[in-house]
């Protein structure tokens, strides 16, 4: 395609003409393709890593509070090594423990780090989360005649998600932007294949368009948190409430 109209506009249409060139050169050849297989190899960790994140984190939030002192230590250690480490450490040492000599398994070392990075975390927002109910709400469903446990899953989590669930979702957007780290094992998410066709275009332009597709997604994440907020705030208002009662 051409473009020659736009050297008319001085230097400022030759900078125009080149990034469009640059850009055809990135993306012919079968490359947009490269990109968006990349882009859902990003997805796809992200929400594996996420749902073990949210495994583990309980898991640890439930050590954390527990009074059984081993328990709380094992939060304690975990907690101190995952969150005083670099995650691309942790992904090495994944990679060199867990899936060494395993054979096509890039996928699942992406998503077992990353979730393991990601648990330390969430189990931070879970118990942020059970922390903020009131006392009150446990002594009830004792009262009720529910086990510990049984108040915990069916009166206090349920309040828990609810306070915590806009801090999930952050959690998922910092998620997708750390799987960038992923391609250090070879796993051809969007950023590696950006490097990747960087190294036979020699220009930069591949990288610009991988930040547009992250930026794009993460964009898409954050207006649904934005409304998720709203819609939290809306259902607890004393309006809403007493609408809903009326109604009822």
Known sequence: MNFYFLESWGSFGEMLLRFITNLQ???????ARDLVDGMWITIQISLGAMALGILIGSI????????????????????????????VTQLLIVKATIFTGVRG???????????????????????????SIEKGQTEAGLS????????????????????????????FIVLIKETAIVGF???R??????????SRTME??????SAAMYLFVISILTILLGLLEKR?????SPRFKNRKRLDG
Do not use: C, H
């Open 60 to 87: 640890i939030a439930s050590f954390k509070l527990s009074r059984f002192k081993p328990l709380r230590a094992i939060a304690f250690i975990y907690l101190g090594v995952i969150r005083g480490t670099p995650a």
């Open 25 to 31: 050169r990135t993306l012919g050849d079968g490359r």
């Open 185 to 187: 094992v070879a796993i």
């Open 144 to 171: 009720l005649g529910l086990s510990k446990w049984q108040t915990m899953f069916f009166i206090v989590l349920p309040q828990a998600i609810k306070n915590v669930l806009p801090a999930f979702v952050n959690e």
């Open 204 to 209: 930069p332009t591949p990288l610009f368009v």
């Open 105 to 131: 398994a890039p996928l699942r070392i992406g998503i077992v780090a990353l979730g393991i990075n990601s648990g330390a975390y969430v189990a931070e927002i879970i118990r942020a989360g059970i922390m």
């Open 232 to 236: 939290l705030r809306k259902a607890d």
């Open 189 to 198: 998410d969007v950023t590696r294949v950006a490097n990747l066709i960087m």
